[in-house]
């Protein structure tokens, strides 16, 4: 049993501790109202409501500016894609009209086998005056019947696949003339330009002007002649060059028969297609124009420099 004096020291010492805590207690509220009171004066809830609303903010914009403009920065989503590449794919399924051919007329007067010069195109360029002589030119096709021709600049001439166009010229004064592609005009003949025959350019302008602007389109003309055939000097069974004559329509392709079937032939810059290895010589040929109906010729013997009439001509377009 507790003596009366051990109670009493007992009673003393939770009397100490007591008044120790009383005493801790008041010393931190005291601390922390002079802290507090030193601080510079703000309102208590500005700094956590202006973060919040701050990355909410960024996160849909950048949504919106990733989803209407794919060429802007790429944001990760959630899935680890960026935004930038979900838009562009969107943007791929659903072709802009600048895109997508909306005129099937556009579509359809595009011929397949057209090269630079294509129908239902007007180019701008200007037109000069060389003397043609007899007509005679590059595109190798003899004397010509009258001198309503002209040279195509190198570029548009595409190695001899302008030879034989039809091309309608206008100039600015409003006067027109027809004229047959014969020749090619070198360098520096510009993209566009036309050096007419004398005669051809004295229908536009006086000839003392020398050079005037011009536009130009590709032309299917009225004619009852009809296409002709004719081998190169030195053709043999071996070897041979192939030419057609009189088209109406610009030729895209010539074909030979052979044992296997239609072999296409290259072109040359001389216009003429050539057999290097006499395959399909003296054989049947099939021709087809730029707007690709193809003609099928029999009968024509391989005689050397010779125009071979045929009974056939691409349709007028």
Partial sequence: MKTARQAA??????RRLMLGTTLAV???????????????????????????????????????TETATPTASATPTATGSPTR????????????????????????????????????????????AYEAEDGDGACLFGPSPDLMIAAMNTTDYETSRACGAYVLVRAANGKSITVRITNEC???????????????????ADLKVGRI???????????????SI????????????IQAI??????????????DGWRQLPRTEYNYFLSANGSGCGNSIRITDIY??????????????????????????
């Fill in 213 to 227: 602007p011009v536009t130009w389109q590709l032309l299917s003309p009225s004619t009852s002649e009809t296409i």
């Fill in 230 to 241: 004719r081998y190169k000097t030195g053709s043999s069974p071996y070897w041979c060059a």
């Fill in 292 to 317: 690709g109906e193809r003609l099928t010729i029999s009968g024509i013997a391989l005689r050397p420099n010779v125009v071979q009439p045929t009974r056939v001509q691409f349709a007028r377009r």
């Fill in 26 to 64: 008041t010393a931190a509220g005291v601390l922390a109202y002079l802290v507090m009171g030193s601080l510079p004066d703000r309102k208590p809830d500005a700094g956590p409501a202006a973060a919040a609303p701050v990355a909410t903010n960024q996160v849909r914009a950048t949504t919106a």
């Fill in 85 to 128: 590449t979900a838009a562009a794919t969107t943007a791929a399924a659903r072709p802009s009209a600048t895109g997508t051919p909306r005129s099937p007329r556009t579509a359809s007067t595009t011929p397949p086998s057209a090269g630079r010069i294509r129908p239902n195109t007007t180019y701008t360029g200007v037109a000069t």
């Fill in 9 to 14: 020291r007992q009673r003393r010492h939770r």
């Fill in 246 to 259: 009189g088209h109406r329509n610009p030729v895209a392709h010539l074909e030979v028969k052979t044992g």
């Fill in 186 to 204: 070198p360098l520096p003949c510009a993209p566009g330009q036309l050096d007419l025959s004398q005669e051809a350019f004295a229908k536009l």
